[in-house]
């Protein structure tokens, strides 16, 4: 996996250097994005994108402004309510909430819009469809914190640029956002111990930290935004300002709060929940360095039916509630998105809100884009349905250990290659030469149908016979002992990672040291 990015990278950027010749204007660019309903070849679509983005990046708040300005009186209320959000109006008179964001996002219209399902409008938003919440085992941890924390009314509190007076929020609202005091519930950062990395993905770094006045494990995200750029922060405030509005949810990351201190560093800090089992991407690769050990069979995958059932059912379950409650898609499912814990439960997060802003088009490409639906690369319309099509393909990587659209040595030759792939080449499955359940075939089958209209939608998939033939208490147990067992061979991986280190920095050693003594010494 890690070899497939970094081809696609090195791909990408070749390619994002031949697409500068050919890049047209910025007023060419918005008529382009505004007349977005032609079908486009991927090149066409890739670069107007990448235009957008590249060489004008206010492009999509305008759009975004202009929007809003078109709204009904009862989408106006919605508005009123949560004041940070692009709310628009759907086509069935239902509106969505867009997580505003200069993102790689293809263009897509209201006006254009005919399917059945409600679908998002969403020119400008990207891929940040998170949520603060908590379960019903873990305590509300922002009410659970809310003892021993006290305002951020301090000499760091956040400085920021103006916002363009249409989308601004107040500049409460703001404070309340970075400073996650809305509710005056939220972390100090002074009262975190950091205990060490998670991880990092394309927009920052994930550590793990230790709330001292509880003793909770959070996991603390930190993601540097250049100085002094308010398009940036902007951004950030207005997607954190959604994020953090939206109600405790079994299947949601929980958000604690988020913090900007411009006098001490660029940096956008935010707490959330702790997973103890990580992503799914992060199991996977464990999964595979003990099967390079030798001591697990790459016969045996440990993603067997009933944890994909539970998987999955805990997947849309989340997609469900964001966008039932809050009108909120996803739209950036992938394995490094879906956390375990050793409680047994499933949560959606995606804090890489400021990957589409802080790194070139080239990077915000990588990784992401190949969970990406046909229709998303084509800049159609886009649904809640994009996110069932990402699913199915997690799906397969889970169970085979590899990304179906470039595993299997079958690297594409570039990210051009990988997006014909997705939109001309059939529908990914699951590997014939394996033996798959019936029911597990078929969900992938219809998670993965090009056609978006055709696909299953979220509703239809949690009644399906997959997610059906798990659904009892026993199975409960079953995958809750899967993710305690998962927990322990994480650590013995860590255990094992270490103790090779050591061993390697030892031979390194021994090996100097030998080759010190054999050569003569020549200085006299
Ligand atoms: N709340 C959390 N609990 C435990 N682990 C987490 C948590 N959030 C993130 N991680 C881990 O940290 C890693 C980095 O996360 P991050 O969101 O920065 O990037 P990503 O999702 O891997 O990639 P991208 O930035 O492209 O979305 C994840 O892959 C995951 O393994």
Known sequence: MFQRKTLQRRNLKGLNLNLQADLVSNGEMQEKTEAHQRPSR???????NINAVQNNSNLYLRRG?????????????????????VVIQQPQNESVLVLASLSQSPCASASSSSLSTPCIIDAYSNNFGLSPSSTNSTPSTIQGLSTVATPIENEHSMLLPPLEESLSPTTADLKDTLSGNSSDNYIQLQDLV????????????????????????????????????????NQLVRELSIVKNVKPHENIITFYGAYYNQHINNEIIILMEYSDCGSLDKILSVYKRFVQRGTVSNKKTWFNELTISKISHGVLNGLDHLYRQYKIIHRDIKPSNVLINSKGQIKLCDFGVSKKLVNSIADTFVGTSTYMSPERIQGNVYSIKGDVWSL????????????????????????????????????????????????????????CIKNERERSSINELLHHDLILKYATASKDDKFRHWCKKIKSKIKEDKNLKREALERAKLEKRQCEKSTNLNTPNTST
């Open 392 to 447: 199915g393909l997690m799906i397969i990587e889970l169970v085979t250990g590899e990304f179906p659209l470039g595993g299997h040595n079958d690297t594409p030759d570039g990210i051009l290659d990988l997006l014909q792939r997705i939109v001309n080449e059939p529908s990914p499955r699951l590997p014939k030469d394996r033996v798959f359940s019936k029911e597990l075939t078929d969900f992938v089958n219809r998670c």
């Open 194 to 233: 950091q205990l060490g990395k998670i991880g990092a993905g394309n927009s920052g770094t994930v550590v793990k930290a230790l709330h001292v006045p509880d003793s909770k494990i959070v996991a603390k995200k930190t993601i540097p935004v250049e100085q002094n750029n308010s398009t940036i922060i």
């Open 65 to 85: 402004i202009k929007k809003k300005l078109t709204l009904d009186a009862s989408v106006n209320e919605q508005a009123e309510r949560q004041p940070n959000a």
């Open 42 to 48: 991927i090149e066409g679509q890739l670069m107007s």
